[in-house]
C-alpha cells in the first residue's frame, strides 16, 4: 500500500447499518475516478447496531479503508477530533454517513481546495422539512456569520474540505465541528464556499433535532470568545469589570454628596444597594480578568506555544 496519501476521507458513522455499504461503494466509485492516493476513515461513534461488524469487513476487503471503533457514544464533533488525529492526507474530507451528503461533489471541493485552505458545502437545494431543520438552520447559518465574522451560507453541512495542516492545530470541544472554518480563520485562513447536491435521507433516522440548538448557541459564545479574546482575556473582564465599577462609584459618589451635604438619609434607598453591587461586581470581573491573563500564559509558556501560525518561511541560504 502506497503511504503517501493525497486525500482522507473521514465519515462519522452511528447506526448507519443500511448506509455504510453504499456510501463506501460511491466514495470507492468517485474516488477511483480521481486517481489519486486516498484512504477512507470511517468513524464508529459507538453504534448499537450492526454497524462496527460492517464496518470490520470493509477493513479486511480494502487496505484503504481505516476504522476507529468508539467504546461508546461520544458524539460527531468527538468523531471529527479522530479522524483528523488518524488521518494522514494533505487534504481531509469530511462527509456524513446518511447519504444526504452526495460523493460526486468531492471531487468539486478537491479542486477548489488548490485555491485555499477550507472549503465548505453549501446545500444550496436541501431536501429537509422547512420548519424542523432549514429554518432553525438559516437563522443560525446567519447568527454564526454576523458573531464570528465568516460569511457562509450553511456551517451545518458536514462535506467540507481541509488543508491537514490547519486542522490539526485545533481541538474540537462540545458542538464545535461546525465552527472549524470560524475557528479556523484565527490562522489567518482562506475560505471557500461551493454548492453541493443534497439528498434526502432513504434509510435510517436523523441523529439531529432542535435539542442540539441551545448547545450550539453555547459553543458559539465560546467560540466568540476564543476568536476575540482567548489570548487577552483582561480586555474583556476588565473592559465590563471598569464599566460596572465606575457606575457603582459613581452612584455610590452621588449618594455620599446627598448624605453628606444635604443630609438626605440613603440607608433604605435600593440606589445604595445597586452602587455597592455595581462596584462589587467590577472588581470580581477584574480579578477574573487578572486570573484568566494567569491561565493564558501558564497554558503558552508551559506547553511552549507560539501565539501566531506561519504559512511559511523564505529564507537566503
Given at each position: ?7 482522507s476521507?473521514?465519515?462519522?458513522i ?5 448506509n ?7 466514495l470507492?466509485?468517485?474516488?477511483d ?10 468513524i ?14 470493509l ?9 476507529v ?8 464533533t468527538?468523531?471529527?477530533s479522530a ?5 494522514r ?10 447519504l444526504?451528503n452526495d460523493?460526486?461533489d468531492?471531487p ?5 481546495i ?14 429537509d422539512p422547512f420548519i424542523s ?8 447559518n446567519w447568527i454564526?456569520?454576523?458573531v ?6 450553511d ?11 490547519v486542522?490539526?492545530n ?6 464545535m465541528h461546525r465552527f ?9 485562513v482562506?475560505i471557500?464556499e461551493?454548492?453541493?447536491?443534497h439528498r434526502?435521507r ?7 433535532g432542535?435539542?442540539?440548538?441551545l448547545?450550539v448557541?453555547?459553543d ?13 482575556p ?5 473592559l465590563f ?9 459613581l452612584?455610590t ?9 444635604h ?24 480579578i ?10 501558564i ?5 511552549d506555544?507560539p ?8 529564507d537566503?541560504?
Amino acid at each position: 500500500m502506497n503511504n503517501n496519501i493525497d486525500v482522507s476521507i473521514v465519515a462519522p458513522i452511528y447506526n448507519e447499518e443500511e448506509n455504510i455499504g453504499l456510501l463506501y461503494s460511491e466514495l470507492k466509485m468517485v474516488m477511483d475516478k480521481t486517481g489519486i492516493n486516498y484512504e477512507i476513515i470511517f468513524i464508529d461513534d459507538g453504534s448499537t447496531d450492526r454497524t462496527p461488524k460492517l464496518l470490520s469487513d470493509l477493513n479486511k476487503k480494502d487496505e484503504r479503508v481505516v476504522v476507529v471503533n468508539f467504546r461508546r457514544n461520544f458524539g460527531q464533533t468527538a468523531a471529527m477530533s479522530a479522524g483528523f488525529d488518524y488521518a494522514r492526507g494533505e487534504v481531509i474530507v469530511t462527509i456524513d454517513g446518511d447519504l444526504q451528503n452526495d460523493p460526486e461533489d468531492i471531487p468539486k471541493l478537491l479542486d477548489k481546495i488548490k485555491e485555499c485552505d477550507v472549503v465548505s458545502g453549501w446545500r444550496f437545494d436541501r431536501k429537509d422539512p422547512f420548519i424542523s431543520r432549514r429554518l432553525p438552520s438559516m437563522i443560525a447559518n446567519w447568527i454564526i456569520s454576523k458573531v464570528t465574522g465568516v460569511e457562509l451560507h450553511d456551517y451545518g453541512c458536514t462535506l467540507k474540505a481541509y488543508r491537514s495542516d490547519v486542522v490539526k492545530n485545533i481541538r474540537l470541544y462540545g458542538e464545535m465541528h461546525r465552527f472549524i472554518p470560524a475557528i479556523a480563520s484565527w490562522m489567518g485562513v482562506k475560505i471557500a464556499e461551493v454548492r453541493t447536491n443534497h439528498r434526502p435521507r432513504k434509510f435510517g433516522k436523523s441523529k439531529y433535532g432542535l435539542s442540539r440548538t441551545l448547545r450550539v448557541v453555547l459553543d458559539l459564545i465560546t467560540v466568540k470568545f476564543l476568536l476575540s479574546f482567548s489570548t487577552r482575556p483582561i480586555q474583556i473582564f476588565g473592559l465590563f469589570g471598569v464599566i460596572s465599577g465606575g457606575a457603582g462609584i459613581l452612584i455610590t459618589g452621588y449618594l455620599s454628596y446627598l448624605k453628606l451635604i444635604h443630609g438626605v438619609n440613603i440607608g433604605g434607598r435600593p440606589l445604595l444597594l445597586l452602587g455597592v453591587f455595581l462596584i462589587l461586581l467590577g472588581v470580581q470581573l477584574i480579578i477574573m480578568g487578572l486570573l484568566g491573563e494567569m491561565l493564558v500564559r501558564i497554558y503558552y509558556e508551559s506547553q511552549d506555544k507560539p501565539i501566531y501560525v506561519i504559512r511559511k518561511v523564505s529564507d537566503k541560504k
